[in-house]
């Protein structure tokens, strides 16, 4: 099984998901470039092999980004950001597809 925590942050999930997952299961954890300044707490959190199935990034995994989806657009969404508050649960939703070139997918029968 493999896992991607999409603007990950700095890695709480990711690294709850790592240890609940075990592991077999692989958890990537994704952040846009702009992010930058919480990639040295999701570093400390990867460092020292500490959780050898988490990775850092889907590039890094050896995925690529594919396309994504409009299914989880929400349309009163007009996309400025408020305050926490009024925006929860009321945001837009982002699907994303990533393949990892060279794998073909299992077909079941």
């Known amino acids: ?6 603007v990950s942050g700095r890695g ?20 846009r470039p702009d992010v930058s300044r919480m990639a040295a707490v999701l570093e400390q959190r990867c460092g020292n092999n500490r959780l050898p199935n988490l990775k850092r990034d889907f590039i890094g995994a050896g995925f690529v ?4 989806s409009d299914a989880l657009r929400n349309p009163a969404d007009d996309r400025k950001l408020g305050s926490r508050n009024a925006v ?4 837009d939703r982002a699907m994303l597809r990533l393949r990892k070139p060279g794998v073909r997918r299992a077909v079941e029968t």
């Not at 709850?16 to 692989?26: E, F, N, Q, W």
């Open 65 to 68: 980004f594919d396309g994504a």
């Open 12 to 31: 709480y999930y990711s690294d709850l998901l790592s240890r609940v997952a075990g592991p077999s299961c692989l958890v990537i954890a994704q952040n």
């Open 88 to 91: 929860a649960h009321q945001t």
């Open 1 to 6: 099984m493999k896992v991607i925590d999409v």
